[in-house]
């Protein structure tokens, strides 16, 4: 049996030339997120009528909680893209979803001009965004992880949350600069649409570097092979094999679960040591927010450099320890961080303690899209990392927040620091559970249907397929890639 496939050109660029095109559109896409959250302060009296600047702030919170809701049909609809057309094709539709909502924004009339259309106008710009941060993730892990060589998955797999803390850092700096620059209020007038403007003409830059991007071999490799698998399949009368979401419901529920696991407590974490950790320096410890915002952005500095040194760490010594180093420390530290800082006034206390708690942290971040990606095979990568850490995001990022912040006013804050706790517990079960990703790798191993004594995706690009045909014999194919 001969079969034709496709002979698939090699890659234009090296390894970090990929990488740094892919964690560009990954900043860009955070920064263009964070913006709306830094900036909420100056515009939302632009939408939402009303004398209270709180009820203003509490409307404008609540469009960005809707977000989040958005996020796991984002995993889920370029999650199946990703796996469909190719990773280099879903997330540059990400980041031109982003980016065209960015502008959107920019260009809303205010409440005073259009009525209640600018309110509904930016609901509905968020919830597009909402959808492209929440394919974002599945489909950067994956092509990070793809792109990467071998031995160096975890080094170059670290830059995902690089990009991300970094694009949360652009939009402090750009508040910062724009408030020694503007008056706040010609901020509140009209200059709160500068940043949005500078997310669109960014994300152009960058969906063209995307589109310049090289496709992973591992999704060239399937492709042909699906292709191999389909023809025989149609001449012998056999049943193509499943993919997307039924395919990750029906085959693949131990790996989603462990997803889901690993995400709660590390999602938790992230943004309880980044985001409210901020607040709560001004709330429980009375720090001033000038303070506080220097504090936030000196150790989230140091954080993002950690990362690929993390990653380095987890390709020398493997996943499971550097996990179990997140786990059992936030687990520890947690309560006494938080306790020491909410009584404390001294600047640099807070700053270590937030420290500590970012150094755990770099634990699971660095590795959060590697440790997922090679649980999956690549047919169902980008959905299977996508759809439940999108989830989890959904409801437990967008909420951590706002239990934070319930049990402090039910006088009960000390609460929170268990729930942080428990969340992390279910990770600390999930690392303990699942094999060593870096020794039995997905994106090491070849798919079901190739035979381990083959070779599956060689440095020689081919793979041999091995079909089994109606009468229930097998045949071997060589499929070069």
């Known amino acids: 049996m001969s079969v034709q496939t496709p002979t698939i050109a090699p890659r234009r660029h090296g390894v970090a030339a990929n990488v740094i095109r892919g964690c560009l559109g990954n900043t860009i896409e955070w920064f263009d997120w964070f913006v709306y959250a830094t900036f909420s302060l100056y515009f939302a009296a632009s939408f939402f009528p009303g004398e209270s600047p709180t009820a203003q702030l509490l409307a404008s919170s609540a469009v960005f909680a809707v977000g989040f809701l958005m996020r796991p049909l984002g995993g889920w609809l370029l999650g199946a893209y990703a796996d469909w057309k ?39 710009v968020r919830l597009v965004q909402g959808l492209s941060v929440g394919g974002e993730f599945g489909s950067s892990a994956t092509y990070l992880s793809e792109i990467a060589t071998p031995k160096r998955r975890g080094f170059f797999s670290s830059f995902q949350y690089v990009s991300i803390v970094l694009g949360q850092l652009l939009a402090l ?132 450099v950690l990362q690929p040194l993390t990653g380095m760490l987890s390709d020398r010594f493997g996943r499971k320890p550097v996990m179990l180093f997140f786990a059992l420390g936030i687990m520890i530290s947690t309560v006494p961080i938080f306790t020491i800082v909410g009584h404390t006034h001294s600047g640099l206390v807070a700053f270590a303690g937030m420290m500590i708690g970012l150094v755990f942290l770099s634990g699971y971040t660095a590795l959060a899209a590697i440790v997922k990606a090679e649980l999956f095979p690549t047919k169902i990568r980008a959905i299977g990392v996508g759809v439940p850490h999108a989830l989890v995001a959904a409801v437990f990022g967008g909420t951590t927040e706002t239990v934070a912040l319930s049990l402090k006013n039910a006088g009960h804050e000390s609460a929170f620091f268990y729930w942080v706790i428990g969340c992390v517990a279910l990770t600390l079960v999930a690392i303990l559970l699942i094999p060593e990703t870096s020794r039995n790798s997905t994106l090491e191993a070849q798919d079901p249907t190739v035979s381990p004594a083959d ?5 020689q690009h081919s793979t041999v397929a091995t079909i089994t045909k109606h009468d229930g014999t097998e045949e071997k194919e060589t499929v070069h890639v």
Request: no cysteine; charged share 15%.
């Open 173 to 304: 700096i750009v508040m910062i600069v724009m408030q020694q620059i503007f008056s706040d209020s010609t901020i509140t007038a009209w200059a709160w649409r500068i940043p949005f403007v500078i997310g669109a003409i960014l994300g152009l830059v960058v969906l063209y570097l995307r589109r310049t991007m090289d496709e992973t071999d591992h999704f060239k490799a399937d492709q042909a092979q699906k292709e191999a698998h389909k023809a025989a399949t149609f001449r012998e009368g056999e049943q193509i094999e499943k993919r997307g979401l039924k395919s990750l419901l029906t085959e693949y529920p131990k790996q989603m679960a462990a997803v889901f696991a690993l995400a709660i407590g590390g999602t938790v974490a992230f943004y309880t040591f980044t985001t409210y950790f901020t607040k709560y320096m001004v709330n429980s410890a009375g720090l001033p927010k000038s303070m506080a915002s220097v504090i936030s952005f000196i150790a989230l500095l140091i954080f993002m």
């Open 455 to 459: 070779g599956g995706i060689t440095d």
């Open 86 to 124: 190719g990773r280099r094709a879903a997330l540059t539709l990400s980041v031109l979803l982003m980016s065209g909502g960015s502008l959107a924004i920019a260009l809303i009339p205010s409440y005073a001009s259009i009525g209640l259309a600018a309110p509904i106008l930016l609901l509905v």
